[in-house]
């Protein structure tokens, strides 16, 4: 193996001109131990730098002819590649005499080694068709998508070829976290390496990143941590939130009460999911999503209609797109038994809930709820979330809080449901429209970040709030 043998006859590790921190990362990656490195973690960490050094090393002491394709997401200039930060490895380690840095790409002298880079936006399809990929360098590889990378990856289809992935992590929903980091797969060595473990840092820098976490200590974990957003102030949820609201009821040993729902999300089109929720008295106890389609809505509607009738429990459903017919088809189901399962029409796109109230009930000199919210969605998101942080607070802090304000999910819903149910609430943030608050728009979602729907986190929504705030929204005249 021609880099496994060049890390181990020459040694990679510059001394003090790369970060000590990472030569036995790099020593397992060279060796030939991985297909793929990912190295993650939040600004000034070394990461850039010390892989641009570890390239240039590498090219420079195996003799034979590399090539090295370098990619990020948006490249409008040569400028913005990581083409200047090789140009500063060469001067940096003193190889200038070694390579041609040329206006496009950089070529070893002696090998006949090169650097191409490309930007994933414009020249996917050039990626597509370059062959003989050696390294596969992915700069920002937090806004890499699942389509893009079927279409990258198999660019290092050589037995010897690795593909190193950089990035500073950006949403706990994106794409290469929950695929390199929640998800290893196999072949595959990955490193977290934040500021602290970087000792080129100047004092200048140290006292800006000391500012930022006295400032705002939660932006701090996202920037300089390296923890992914849904869990900072960005996010309508806090994961620390949710996660203190895991059998709520029984850490704060209260009983909780409430008639039965079912929140249901209908799915929309073929990508897309339904789910449901299940808030039995009071206590969130199952959660699922399900592939789906419109053809597929009257089976769909049957099979929550069961759920409920099982159950004893209200169906709460999202009316948004093909949603709208679900009221009927439980109908249709109620007219041939003697059981009746009542339903309600969540209408999230319509007017809020006690309009001329206050936004925050235990602020009597907030907002009020037709000025705070664009619609039903909006004020139904953060009216959810608020219960989440008063049990926070309630759990972790001791704060006192009434019954009907704690948020709590069974641990029987298991981890894993659990932690995806948690990451779709924690990826919406808030967005202005009219002066007012709404939930980021899901095309927007899908556009950006790559995620289709959260569905689950909608089920929960929908099951939550069939009765805000004590509405004229009453069992006794749901559908």
């Known amino acids: 193996m021609a880099r496994g043998a060049a890390a181990r006859d020459e040694g990679l590790n510059a001394g003090a001109l790369t970060n000590p921190a990472l030569f036995d990362f790099w020593e397992k990656v060279f060796l030939g131990e991985a297909d793929i490195a990912v190295l993650h973690g939040g600004r000034s960490s070394s990461k850039t730098r010390d892989t641009a050094c570890q390239l240039v090393r590498l090219v420079d002491h195996v003799p034979v002819k590399m090539r090295v394709l370098c990619i990020r997401r948006f490249q409008n200039r040569i400028q913005e590649s990581v083409y200047t930060e090789l140009k500063w490895a060469i001067n940096h380690l003193g190889l200038q005499d070694a390579f041609d840095v040329q206006k496009t790409t950089i070529i070893h002298i002696a090998s006949g080694s090169e650097f191409i880079f490309y930007g994933i936006e414009r020249n996917l399809e050039d990626i597509k068709g370059t062959s003989d990929v050696d390294i596969l360098w ?30 500073n992590p950006k949403f706990v929903t994106d794409y290469v976290w929950q695929n390199f980091v929640v998800n290893v797969p196999p072949h595959c060595i990955v490193r977290r390496i934040n500021y602290s473990e970087n000792p080129f840092l100047s004092q200048k820098a140290l006292r800006d990143i000391a500012a930022m976490h006295e400032r705002d200590p939660e932006m701090f974990e996202h920037v300089y941590g390296g923890v992914p957003l849904g869990d900072s102030e960005l996010s309508i949820f ?33 990508e897309d999911k339904s789910a449901t929720a299940d808030k039995i008295e009071g206590v969130f106890t199952h959660a699922e999503d399900w592939s789906s389609g419109k053809d597929e809505l009257v089976q769909n509607a049957k099979r929550v209609w069961a759920k409920a009738k099982n159950a004893g429990a209200t169906v709460s459903y999202d009316t948004i797109g093909v949603g709208a017919f679900v009221g009927g088809y439980i109908d249709e189901q109620n007219g041939q038994g003697a059981t009746k399962v009542k ?78 149910l948690f990451t779709e609430l924690c990826v919406p943030w808030w967005v202005e429209s009219e002066g007012k608050k709404r939930v980021v728009p899901k095309a927007k979602l899908k556009k950006d970040l790559g995620v289709k729907s959260h569905n689950l986190a909608d089920a929960v929504i929908a099951a939550d709030n069939v009765n805000i705030t004590g509405s004229t929204y009453t069992l006794s005249n749901l559908g």
Not at 146 to 161: C, F, H, L, N, Y
Not at 248 to 264: D, E, M, P, Q, Y
């Open 238 to 270: 806090k994961r620390r939130w949710l996660d203190a609201c895991v059998d709520a009821h029984k850490v704060l040993k209260v009983s909780l009460t409430g008639r039965n729902i079912i929140g249901f999300d209908p799915a929309d089109d073929g």
């Open 138 to 167: 992915v700069e920002e590889a937090e806004k890499l998508t699942q389509d893009q990378w079927t279409v990258i990856g198999p660019t290092i289809r050589k037995e010897d070829s690795l593909a190193i992935l950089l990035f």
């Open 343 to 420: 339903h309600y029409a969540f209408h999230a796109g319509g007017a809020v809930m006690d309009a001329d109230k206050p936004s925050d009930p235990q602020n009597k000199n907030s907002p009020l709820n037709k000025d705070e919210y664009l619609n039903l969605k909006a004020q139904a998101w953060a009216n959810t979330a608020r219960r989440a942080m008063l049990t926070f607070n309630a759990v972790t802090r001791g704060q006192s809080i009434k019954p009907e304000d704690i948020l709590s999910f069974s641990s029987v819903i298991g981890a894993k449901k659990l932690d995806a």
